[in-house]
């Protein structure tokens, strides 16, 4: 089997996976098909692979972003990825066995990265289906990451909707939004959030 031929053969195995959890966890999964590689680095690009920390990963799934970072140029070891999902978890470990693979929840996000001892970080990353959950939650996790994360870090969320899951007027934050990637299987936009620059910055 040429190479092609078996990346092309390992894609279809994780879209069924990711189909099967959907099938079964439809609200904590959120999609039918993993994330594709365009809209993967495009995820990966809004992060600086200069600034110091570890990049946390929220839903990484069958791990499509978490490839698209490592070609970005984060060290497998930075990674910190947290999936609720306990089959992803053990797909996972197997792929990246370098990466720290946390099975838990990542709306407490807070509470286990200092318990790691980690923070600041240099960004954290989110596939998660944000738009599944309530405006408070959403708010409580995107203000949970940016107080993780170094100054010039970003909470980088991607969304299939023309609409950021948290708009700009909901917080003291900046936001920016990249073009839309159409090469996908459902068009999505990458939204990057960051801390306001400091006063006299």
Same mark, same amino acid.
């Given at each position: 089997?040429?190479?092609?031929?078996?990346?092309?053969?390992?894609?279809?195995?994780?879209?069924?996976?990711?189909?099967?959890?959907?099938?079964?966890?439809?609200?904590?999964?959120? +999609?039918? =098909?993993?994330?594709? $590689?365009? *809209?993967?680095? %495009?995820?990966? #690009?809004? &992060?600086?692979?200069? @600034? !110091?920390?570890?990049?946390?990963?929220?839903?990484?799934?069958?791990?499509?972003?978490?490839?698209?970072?490592?070609?970005?140029?984060?060290?497998?070891?930075?990674?910190?990825?947290?999936?609720?999902?306990?089959?992803?978890?053990?797909?996972?470990?197997?792929?990246?066995?370098?990466?720290?693979?946390?099975?838990?929840?990542?709306? +407490?996000? =807070?509470?286990?990265? $200092?318990? *790691?001892?980690? %923070?600041?970080? #240099?960004? &954290?990353?989110?596939? @998660? !289906?944000?738009?599944?959950?309530?405006?408070?939650?959403?708010?409580?996790?995107?203000?949970?990451?940016?107080?993780?994360?170094?100054?010039?870090?970003?909470?980088?969320?991607?969304?299939?909707?023309?609409?950021?899951?948290?708009?700009?007027?909901?917080?003291?934050?900046?936001?920016?939004?990249?073009?839309?990637?159409?090469?996908?299987?459902?068009?999505?936009?990458?939204?990057?959030?960051?801390?306001?620059?400091?006063?006299?910055?």
């Amino acid at each position: 089997m040429t190479r092609g031929a078996q990346i092309q053969l390992g894609a279809l195995r994780d879209d069924l996976r990711f189909g099967f959890q959907w099938a079964v966890k439809p609200r904590s999964v959120g +999609a039918i =098909a993993p994330s594709g $590689r365009q *809209l993967a680095r %495009a995820m990966a #690009a809004q &992060v600086d692979p200069a @600034l !110091p920390g570890s990049v946390v990963e929220l839903g990484p799934g069958t791990g499509v972003i978490t490839r698209a970072l490592i070609e970005r140029g984060i060290a497998e070891e930075r990674l910190i990825l947290i999936e609720f999902n306990r089959d992803f978890a053990v797909l996972l470990r197997k792929r990246f066995p370098k990466a720290r693979v946390l099975e838990g929840d990542a709306f +407490a996000l =807070a509470r286990t990265v $200092r318990a *790691l001892g980690e %923070a600041p970080l #240099a960004a &954290v990353v989110s596939g @998660l !289906p944000l738009f599944n959950q309530p405006m408070y939650r959403r708010l409580r996790l995107l203000a949970q990451a940016l107080s993780l994360c170094d100054r010039r870090g970003a909470f980088v969320q991607f969304s299939y909707h023309l609409l950021p899951p948290v708009p700009a007027e909901a917080g003291d934050f900046a936001l920016n939004g990249t073009p839309r990637v159409w090469w996908n299987l459902f068009p999505a936009r990458v939204w990057v959030y960051q801390r306001p620059p400091a006063d006299g910055a």
